[in-house]
Every structure is written in C-alpha cells, then in structure tokens.
C-alpha cells in the first residue's frame, strides 16, 4: 500500500521581510544620499563664499553645479560637467576682450573629441575639431586656421603654455570671445582652482592688458 505525501506550500516571505527590503532600505538609502548630498552643497557653498565666489547649482543635463567670481578683477564662470557614459569633467571661461576670428584650440594630447567642448551657459558642443596647425607649444597638439593660430599664440601665449605646470590633461580654447580651459575629472574647488584662475587670467592680459 503505497502512500502520497501532498504537495508541501511554498513557504511566503514573513511580511516584515518585504517591508525591509521593499520600503524601509530604499526610504533609509534615500535619506543618506540626501543628507550626503546637502552637506556636499553646504561644504561647497562655504568653500566658495571664502574666495568670493558664487556657487549655482543647475541639476540639469550635464551641468551639475557652476561657479562664479572674480580673479584679479577678471570675470570668471566655471562648470562642473556629467559625462555621458558615466565620468565628470570641468570647463573655466574667461572673457577675453576681443573677438576670435575663429576656434584655436591647443590641447595636452589625448583622445579629444569635438563633443567634449563647447559653451557654459547652454552646453552647445562642437561638431567637429579644427585642422591640426603648426606653431604651438611643443607639449601640445595645435587646431585651428594657420592665419588665426599665428594671431592669437603671440609669444607670450607660447610662453605661458611652455612653462604651466598644471596638472593632468586640459584644452585651451581661443573661441568666441573667451579663454576656455576643459579639464577632465571634478572641478577643482578653493584653492585648487585659484592656479587655473592665474593661468587663464594671464591668458587674458595678453589680449586685454588693462584686465586684473
């Protein structure tokens, strides 16, 4: 006589279980990043007010937060930017005093792309980079029309880029009406960012010396 044992009931999760997991650690998780995040806005709102400087944060698109000031009486505006594709970068402008023929762009090499410049304000990305120039400083790789390189890199442009020991890899852009430096990694804050401050703001009294 053979005997059959009935099925056995899938067991539930207890209801706490789930509450766990499905309610209490993600409000929990939340709640972290949100005060990391604040505190995060404060240290930088803080950082920025002992320069002088104003800090706006934007949370939209590729723009995280940016900074405003002055350096040596020279307007500054600086980005702190998203990448797609994950990673941060950074981008310094100053205005320059005059009006560029055409885009100069002088770069640490390194595999550049069109996209990965642009404005601050509206994040308009270029479309293509300009043709490889001769004349440039011997660590960078030159772009730009032969005629307007050999306007804007005067000898001390060529000067100031031979002898900068800023760190990593950056762009200098002569583009528009301002100086851009594009940086890779966070934007440096306090006193990190006051040496690409001194860089760019002698990049502009080169072209406006009554600037600073």
């Given amino acids: 006589m053979t005997t059959t ?4 009931k899938p067991r539930s999760a207890p209801w706490w279980l789930v509450v766990g997991i499905f309610v209490v650690v993600p409000v929990t998780l939340s709640f972290i990043i949100s005060r990391q995040a604040a505190a995060q ?4 709102k803080a950082i920025a007010s002992s320069h ?9 698109g590729q723009r995280a937060w940016i900074l405003h000031g002055f350096h040596r009486d020279v307007e500054f505006e600086a980005v702190h930017l998203l990448r797609e594709g994950g990673g941060t970068a950074w981008r310094l402008r100053m205005p320059l005093g005059r009006e560029v023929p055409s885009w100069v762009l002088i770069a640490k090499p390194a595999d550049w792309r069109a996209l990965d410049f642009g404005t601050i ?6 479309s ?13 790789t030159t772009y730009g029309a032969p005629a307007v390189v050999t306007e804007m890199l005067k000898p001390q442009v060529l000067s100031a880029l031979g002898s900068t020991t800023l760190p990593g890899v950056f762009a200098v852009s002569f583009v528009d009406d301002a100086v851009m430096i594009d940086g890779a990694g966070d934007l440096p804050e306090g006193e ?7 860089f760019s703001a002698s990049l ?6 009554d600037a600073g």
Wanted: glycine residues 6%.
């Fill in 128 to 140: 293509e980079l300009p043709p490889v120039a001769s004349g440039g400083p011997a660590d960078f």
């Fill in 121 to 126: 304000s509206t994040l308009v990305t270029r």
């Fill in 41 to 44: 806005q404060i240290r930088r």
């Fill in 52 to 60: 002088g400087w104003a800090v706006e944060n934007k949370n939209e």
């Fill in 192 to 198: 990190a960012l006051v040496p690409w401050l001194d």
């Fill in 5 to 8: 044992t009935a099925p056995s």
């Fill in 204 to 209: 502009v009294r080169v072209f406006s010396p």
